[in-house]
């Protein structure tokens, strides 16, 4: 085998072997979108003690015309105090935080 090819090689097995699954990136940034919910719903149940769930979470990959970039986004459901609500929770990669968003949010009192 020549040089070159030996490099080729090692260039793509270096970078095969860095990259991430998207289910992996999804799973790293989780713990930030729980707390990023969990900081609101907080706020908003007016519940310390509030605990928080994912309900769904998937990576989404957006694009302009100039390039694409993919974001985690996290249903987020929080409780605590008698009371609940769900957040979308977007966090994207390479990014320096999340961003939570109410989902019609009602607060609803649980029994």
Do not use: H
Not at 24 to 34: F, L, R
Not at 92 to 111: L, S, V, W
């Amino acid at each position: 085998m020549s040089k070159q090819c030996a490099y080729i090689l090692g260039g793509v097995f270096a970078l095969l072997w860095g990259c991430e699954t998207q289910q992996q990136m999804v799973n790293d940034m989780q713990p930030k979108a729980v707390q990023t919910a969990l900081q609101r719903g907080a706020f908003e149940l007016d519940c310390p003690s509030a605990t928080a769930q994912v309900l769904s979470d998937e990576m989404i990959e957006t694009g302009g015309m100039r390039r694409y970039r993919e974001r985690g986004e996290y249903t987020v459901g929080v409780q605590g105090c008698g009371k609940r609500a769900t957040y979308l929770v977007v966090c994207p990669e390479g990014g320096t935080g999340c961003i939570a968003r109410g989902t019609d949010n009602t607060i609803q009192k649980t029994q």
